[in-house]
Structures are given as C-alpha cells and as structure tokens.
C-alpha cells in the first residue's frame, strides 16, 4: 500500500540503486566477444614504451641478480655483508618475503573461491601469476644464500653414489620439500583455469602465439564434459591447496621456530607469519591491481574500484590480525619471563637499528588502521598504492628484525653484533625484486591476465541476494 | 683406556681462577688446526677464524672494574643443537671420540648450525682464505688437519687429529692410552695450566677429577645441551 501510495520516489530510488549496481563488474556485461576482444587487445597491443621497461629491466636483472650472484659464486659468500653473530643476513629475509608474497595468490584465488567471495573473479589470475612468480623469485634465495651453491643437489633425497640420505630432522629439508610442493601445486592450479582462456587466445591469433595457445590449450573444445572436468578439478585443488598454502608458511616459520636461538623459538611464529604472509601478499595484489589498470588497455572495465575497496577491507583485517600475533609475542615473553627473549626483543625497540622496528610498526599497524576504514580512501587508487607498496615496506622490515637484528643479540653478550648489507646482499634482493616485475610484464603479454570464463560465468548466472543494506551477487545455485 | 671399554668421553676442563686471557691457547689452536688468517680488513669486519675465543667480561664500577676471562670453544654437547638443524648430516655426533664432529666434505655452507650454536663456537670460510696462503707459508700448515675451502662451516675439533694419533700409538703398542697423553694444543700450549684435556668416563683421570669441584659450572647450562667442557668459577683471583 506504501509503495502505492509514492509511486514516483520508489521508482526513483531503483534506478539510483540500478546506477549503483551498475559500478560492480557483475552488473555491468558486456556481451562475450567484446570481452575477448578487450582481454585480447591488452594483451597483443604493446607499446615502444613496455619494450624500453623490459629491456632495462632484462639489464638490471642480469647484472643485479644474476652477474652478482655469479660473482658472490667464485668469490665467495664474504661478498655479502654476514658475519659472527650474523650468519642469515639479507637473503634469508627477501626469501621469506617472496614466499610472504606467494600467499595472496593461493589465498584470493583459493580461499575467496571456495567462500564465494564473488569479486575475486576479475583478479585471480593476477593473484596468482604473482603466487608462481613470488615463487620462482624466492625460491632462488634457498640457492643463493648456500656457501657451496654447486652442490645444493645433496639435500635432494634421491638414490645417490655418496650413499647420503638427507637429514630429515632438519628444517631446511622440510623448507626444500614444502616449497617445491607449493611451487608446483600452484603452477598447476595457475594452469588449470587458464585452459579455456588459452582456447580463446588459440581461436583469435595467428602465427607464433597460436602455436603457442594451441600447445598448452591442449584441445580444449568447451564440451560440457570438458567443463565438467575441468570444474571438478579447480574445486579439487581450491581445496587442497589450502592446507599447503597454511603449511609453506608455518614451515617457513619452523625454520626459525624450532631452533632454540633466543626469540625465534616461539610457537607463536606458525600463525604470526602466515596472518603476515597474507597481509603482505593481499597487499601486493592491490600494488599490481593499481599497476595493471594503469598501464593495460582495458583494465578499467576488468578491474575496478569495488575491487579494490574489498581488497582493503581484507588488508585492514589481517593488518589488525597482525598487530595481534605482533603483541602476543611480547605478550609470550612477559608472562614466559625469559631473560633472553625478554631482552632481545626489548632491543629490537631500542637497539642500534630501532628506527626498522619503528618503520615496520607505522607502515604495518599505524598507517593501515589510519586510511583503511574509509571507504572515500580505499576507493583512491593512488592512495592504496601508497599504502599497500608501505606495508610490504613494513612486512620487509618485520622480517628484517625476525632474523638479523634477533641474531645479532645472542645469550652471550661477548658476541652481540650488527649486521649492514654489502654489495652481495644489496644488489641481489634488488635484482630479484625486477626479476619478478620482468617475468610478470612478460607473461602479461603472452597470457591473458583477465579469466574471461570465469568474469562472464559470473555476469550470468548470479542473483542478487541482499544482506542489510547491499547487494551481493550469488553464483552458489550453479554448483 | 682399554680396547674393551666403552669409548672414552673426552673432556676439559677450564680453571677461570687461573686463565690470565693471554690468548696463548688462541695461537696454539690456530697452528694446530690450520686456522686461516682472514686479513687486515675481513679481520676488522669481524670475521676472525679462531676455533677459541676468549670472552673477556667486565664486572664492577668503571674504575675499578675487573675483568673475567673465558677461553670459549665448541663445547663438544652431548646433545648439540647445531647436529639436527643441518640439512646433509655435515655436522653429526661421532661414536668413537664421542664428540660433535664437523664433516667439511658435506657441508654446503646453510649456516643454520651457526644460528642455532647458543655459544657461537662455529666459523664460516667467508672466502678461500687457506688457499691464499703465500708461498714459504704453506710449510706452516698441519699435515694432519684438512685445509677448508670456501663456503664451508668449521669449529673446534677437539684435536681429533691428536686423539688418533695417541689411539693409534696405544694400540700398536697394545696398551691402554695414559691419562693426560692426549693434550689439545690449547691444553699443552696454556703456561698457567688453566685447561686441563682428558677422558671424562675415566673416574680416575684428572680431568674428572677437577670436573668434580665445587667450583664447576657448566656455560648456558639451562638449555640441556650436556657440553663436555666444565668450567671452574673463578674467584677474583688474577683477575679471573
């Protein structure tokens, strides 16, 4: 009777809120060959600009990660800047923030599909592009920080002339084994949901990038058998790589964890690095959300400020989650009354390099908890950048006082000490940084960045469910 | 030591009421075990190979402060936390000597054993320093101890070399090996006798002997780390 009773305002309000609607991705399609055609363009079109990007880049990863390591190789490892106290420097602390990194992809993908969060859609080939690439980046510092580099096969178990098994007691080997488990888990779960977008690159070029889609699409047709397949498989592996996700990281930790060095052996460390992990690799999704929209054709249409906006709501929760497991691990060393601990991490505040605990607080607690809770800001592209590139500054820097500032005070105050990088362990965490951004400008031009399927799967088959006072679109039924 | 018995559990004890820091075990170990000189600059960045160090702490006010001094080396733990941590089983317990032995040929240079050694005991070959010996020098060099290459981990032996060498002789010889006929070269070399080297299961020797003082302690003792060497508090005197 009400909404008879005011016909013109009610009709008002719902094209408002159609208008509304009409910003989220899902309710504004776009018909399928457009789509293509636009995902397509990104992708072939490049500029002379990228090609000058990649070229420097391609010099600086040669010269910063691979000619220094080269050289740290036949030199030796006094080519970076460790020693007594000091024995893990500067590369241990870039391996655990690639590995840091290579959450976010496993989670936005894995852990936003299997809760139907359905703004991941547009962005989980990004996320997890970044998860492989994170991967591949780190995974060299297991390498790099070696002292003999040329026989790292020997912690590789395998049948061997030697007759050496190796130590499976140790950490290291876990580290070995989860990481090639997740390094290839994620690759495969990275491939699985591009095969019908390789199709559709196969069905829309020629010459050399056809032979190439059409290898790897492996004669995908788009039956429905195919689909159910290839459905049943992501869920499979959405599942299951969920607890490999969780565990890489707690291994990680173990490496620190279940040494008896003062303030490393902590229980605390499993979840505190993982809720770390998350944040730092959440935070990276945004930083090259940012990036893409700017730089790729199209990617206004694929990427927009919903999905930023969600994005930083997730950073604001794991930055607050982090604050907690930061405190509880003071909180740990109060009640524990150990005196070592205790006086560790007193000097983190208050030893000679303060200021990275200082930075590390402020970029990680002090600045999200400021800007993330308004919406106006988190809607501000150049706003998050900032915000996110600082947080991973911040996740760097945690790092940084996890392992070198914890090792340089020791039980034994004859051997406290400092640590500064050198040459070695300045340039190689620099070169690896462009190391990453090189193989991702590539693979943006050589497969396609936005899930189409997945993008048009969700344009037309939702419904809208309201929950207070928004709308969520809902794919749930389908399944 | 007879053939039959249990391996011997080699020991030392350190006297800090006597040790005066004269760092005389310090250049006996470095002949000893080939211990590279690092150089003028690799020094003063702290990367000093000495398998001992003598700690030297400071107690009392300013004026008046007094030094203790404290030869510490790889204290040989019974249960070491440098042996689970490395990946290839380069740093393993060995069940002759029974004491922690470093396998130079294994080590792929992770420097885990070093972060996790409570006492920091263990050195790392930030570069190829025994290769840059110069000519005449390399005479100086041990015949019986391994020159370590680059990118591996070192630390006290315990003079391994010289415990064969005695085993053997006593063996040949068919007799047991005597109380106080191993000496590690800070033992020998110590001019006030603050170090004394010898078979711990041996109940007799006098190295279980002084193990036994009132006076002994053992260093970072609440991690159960069950090292073989057993220190004697000191008293003030000497400075000790």
């Given at each position: 009777m009400a909404a008879e009773a005011h016909p013109i305002p009610s009709a008002h309000a719902e094209s408002a809120e159609h208008e509304e609607l009409r910003e989220q991705l899902m309710f504004d399609p776009r018909p399928r060959e457009e789509m293509n055609r636009m995902v397509m363009e990104a992708m072939t079109e490049t500029t002379p600009r990228y090609w000058t990007v990649v070229g420097i880049l391609a010099v600086i990863v040669a010269v910063c990660l691979f000619g220094v390591w080269g050289w740290m190789i036949f030199e030796g490892t006094g080519t970076a800047g460790i020693r007594r106290p000091v024995y893990w420097g500067m590369f241990i602390v870039t391996f655990v923030f690639w590995i840091g990194i290579s959450h976010a992809g496993t989670f936005v993908s894995a852990i936003l599909r299997v809760f139907k969060a359905e703004f991941r859609r547009p962005f989980t080939r990004a996320a997890e592009l970044m998860t492989t690439f994170g991967l591949a980046a780190g995974a060299l510092y297991p390498l790099i920080h070696l002292g003999r580099v040329w026989v790292f096969y020997w912690m590789i178990p395998y049948p061997n002339a030697r007759w050496l098994w190796p130590n499976f007691r140790s950490p290291l080997e876990w580290d070995l084994m989860a990481i090639t488990t997740y390094l290839l888990s994620s690759t495969i779960y990275l491939y699985l949901p591009l095969i019908p977008d390789l199709a559709m690159g196969r069905d829309r070029t020629s010459g050399w990038r056809h032979i190439f889609f059409k290898t790897l699409a492996l004669g995908w047709r788009g039956t429905e058998a195919e689909w159910f397949r290839l459905k049943t498989a992501i869920n499979i592996f959405a599942f299951a790589i969920i607890p490999v996700m969780f565990s890489v990281h707690t291994i990680v930790s173990w490496d620190f964890a279940v040494s008896q060095t003062g303030a490393w052996n902590s229980t605390i460390f499993g979840p505190y690095f993982i809720v770390g992990a998350i944040l730092s690799g959440v935070s990276a999704v945004i930083t090259i959300l940012i990036v893409l929209r700017g730089t790729l054709k199209h990617m206004t249409y694929f990427i927009r400020l919903e999905h930023i906006d969600a994005l930083g709501k997730l950073i604001l929760i794991f930055s607050m989650a982090w604050g907690y497991f930061f405190f509880n691990d003071y909180l740990v060393s109060w009640y524990g009354g150990y005196e070592v601990t205790r006086s560790i991490l007193s000097l983190h505040a208050s030893?000679?390099?303060a200021w990275i605990w200082y930075c590390m607080l402020c970029f990680n607690v002090v600045i999200p908890w400021l800007t993330l809770w308004n919406r106006k800001w988190r809607r501000t592209p150049w706003l998050m950048f900032i915000v996110t590139v600082l947080i991973n500054v911040g996740m760097y820097f945690e790092r940084y006082t996890i392992v070198p500032m914890t090792l340089a005070h020791q039980r034994l105050p004859f051997d406290w000490g400092t640590y500064a990088p050198r040459v070695a362990d300045t340039f190689i965490p620099i070169g690896s940084f462009f190391f990453f951004i090189l193989l991702y400008m590539l693979a943006s031009r050589l497969i396609p960045l936005i899930p189409v399927w997945e993008v048009r799967e969700g344009q037309e088959a939702h419904i809208i469910r309201k929950i207070g006072k928004t709308h969520i679109p809902s794919v749930s039924d389908l399944d | 030591m007879a053939e039959e018995q249990y391996p011997a559990r080699w020991g030392m004890v350190i006297d800090m009421?006597?040790?005066?820091?004269?760092?005389a075990c310090v250049t006996a170990c470095n002949m000893e075990n080939n211990i590279p000189w690092v150089g003028e600059d690799d020094a003063g960045y702290g990367r000093t190979m000495h398998w001992m160090r003598i700690h030297r702490t400071w107690s009392g006010e300013e004026l008046e402060a007094k030094p203790t001094f404290q030869p510490v080396m790889c204290q040989q733990c019974g249960r070491a936390p440098c042996e689970p941590v490395c990946p290839v089983f380069a740093t393993v317990h060995s069940l002759d000597e029974r004491i922690n032995v470093q396998v130079y040929n294994r080590c792929i240079g992770t420097r885990y054993c070093a972060n996790n050694c409570p006492y920091f005991a263990r050195n790392f070959n930030w570069f190829d320093y025994s290769y840059q010996i110069p000519a005449p020098m390399n005479y100086y060099l041990n015949p019986n101890v391994t020159v370590r290459r680059r990118g591996v981990m070192e630390k006290c032996s315990f003079c391994v070399q010289r415990i064969h060498e005695v085993e053997d002789r006593a063996k040949a010889e068919g007799r047991a090996i005597h109380d106080g006929e191993v000496q590690s070269a800070c033992a020998q070399a110590c001019p006030v006798d603050a170090i004394v080297y010898g078979d711990l299961s041996d109940p007799e020797s006098r190295v279980s002997a002084a193990a036994r003082s009132q006076r002994r302690f053992v260093l970072l003792e609440e991690l159960g780390t069950h090292p073989a060497v057993t220190y004697l508090k000191g008293e003030g005197n000497y400075g000790g």
């Open positions: 030893g000679p390099e | 009421n006597v040790c005066t820091g004269c760092q």
